[in-house]
């Protein structure tokens, strides 16, 4: 059942990436038609080259869209589509005997859109369908090279350039916003854990690593708090693994409330927190250390009223005889074992 949620998800991912090219594939074909109409009424082309041109942009465009969506993998099947759209545009450039103004226009806006829609692997792949599309069409019209480019036919590509132009800038730093603000949110989520909402250890040991070097430079006081819930496993054997997830949550968000923009409350481990105290000596510490275990021992909890929790702390301030994180953590980590030694519910400094 996951998996077939999975695959649901994947799919609708790709059906948006589809509805978006469909839309740019509609508003590029009818720009296309107004420099294609223009050098086909200056050349006198037959009726068959104006059916052509109607049938592009009447029903490429919905076709492309019913073959994407019924396809097994959408985005593959759109891909192939964008190779034919390139062919189209090879054909149409041969058609108009190169008209320089419409070719260039062209050529340049198939090759940004590629870009745009797979990167420089779809594009030279669209390119190529695009020389065939144009070899074939050009040989079997007997190579006709008119370069040359009217007043009307000029001015009829310039919407093709603005619009066009502009649409797909705007569609691309769209997604670029969406990629950064899930590039920001999965690293967010990278460094957070998310039953606590709580940073995790490996970014908690990052930051603190951090001021360890900061304090062999310039000697700033920062301490650590090493903080474990009292007989938790008690806790949990009693009132079940549910309530004892609950009694975590409200002393993390006891932590977090305990504590400055600055400082860093984080899930340690199990039953453990840890929190970081910039430019914080010992006193300091230890009068945040208190703080937190009144407001803890104050903690109520509505499904179970009897229900009470402490806590034992283990404070130590950085010092030159810490040169790696793992010594100041080992301090820290002494207090709060001297500290459950000395009967729990208290704190001890290093």
């Not at 829609?117 to 079997?140: E, N, Q």
Request: aromatic residues 8%; charged residues 20%; hydrophobic residues 50%.
């Amino acid at each position: 059942m996951q998996h077939h949620a999975i695959a649901e998800e994947l799919r609708a991912r790709d059906l948006q990436f589809v509805r978006r090219i469909h839309r740019m594939r509609v508003l590029g074909v009818l720009l296309c038609m107004l420099p294609i109409a223009s050098v086909l009424a200056e050349r006198d082309a037959p009726g068959f080259w104006w059916l052509l041109l109607a049938l592009n942009v009447m029903l490429w465009p919905p076709l492309a869209y019913r073959i994407c969506r019924r396809a097994r993998d959408p985005v593959e099947a759109q891909f192939r589509c964008l190779m034919l759209d390139s062919t189209f545009g090879g054909a149409w450039i041969a058609a108009m005997a190169l008209s320089a103004a419409p070719t260039a226009l062209f050529l340049a806006m198939l090759t940004a859109d590629k870009i745009a829609a797979g990167g420089w692997s779809l594009a030279i792949r669209c390119t190529l369908a695009g020389l065939a599309g144009f070899a074939a069409t050009w040989i079997l019209l007997g190579f006709p090279y008119q370069p040359e480019s009217s007043h009307r036919t000029l001015l009829l590509s310039f919407p093709f350039m603005f619009v066009y132009a502009i649409v797909l800038s705007v569609l691309t730093h769209r997604l670029m916003r969406r990629i950064f603000e899930q590039n920001r949110e999965l690293a967010r989520l990278n460094r957070t854990d998310p039953a606590m909402q709580l940073p995790n250890r490996p970014h908690f040991e990052s930051i603190a690593s951090r001021e360890l070097a900061r304090f062999h430079r310039y000697g700033r006081p920062t301490s650590i708090l090493l903080v474990d819930v009292d007989h938790f496993k008690t806790i949990n054997d009693r009132y079940g693994h549910g309530m004892g997830d609950v009694v975590l949550k409200g002393i993390a968000g006891v932590l977090r409330d305990s504590v400055r923009d600055v400082d860093l409350p984080a899930r340690y481990g199990g039953d453990e927190f840890a929190v970081l105290l910039v430019d914080s000596d010992t006193p300091t510490a230890l009068a945040c250390a208190e703080r937190m275990l009144r407001q803890v021992r104050a903690l109520e909890f509505d499904a179970e009223p009897g229900l009470r929790c402490t806590l034992s702390i283990g404070v130590a301030e950085l010092s030159p005889d810490y040169p790696a994180l793992e010594h100041w953590i080992r301090a820290a980590d002494a207090a709060l074992y001297r500290a459950k030694a000395a009967g729990r519910d208290r704190v001890a400094s290093a």
